[in-house]
């Protein structure tokens, strides 16, 4: 029979072990875009183009019960006005 300090440490190693693996499975993709604003404005980043950017955007600006219009895009960051519609 193993000791049950043994048997602690192996249980210890193999939970790190799946950590490990399992974090490995997340994935390369970046799925996080940084969303900043107010009522007035709000910028995107992380984003590839307006398709990507205006969906979130929408969802912002709805906050304060507006739309979202494109003001701006510039590398990865997109600009928006949020407009009363």
Known sequence: MVPFKSRSKLARETLLLALILLSGCSGSTKASHRVIGNGAHVSIFDVKNETEATPMADRHCQLYGKSARLREMSGD??????VSE
Do not use: S, T
């Open 77 to 82: 960051r997109a600009v928006f006005e949020c």
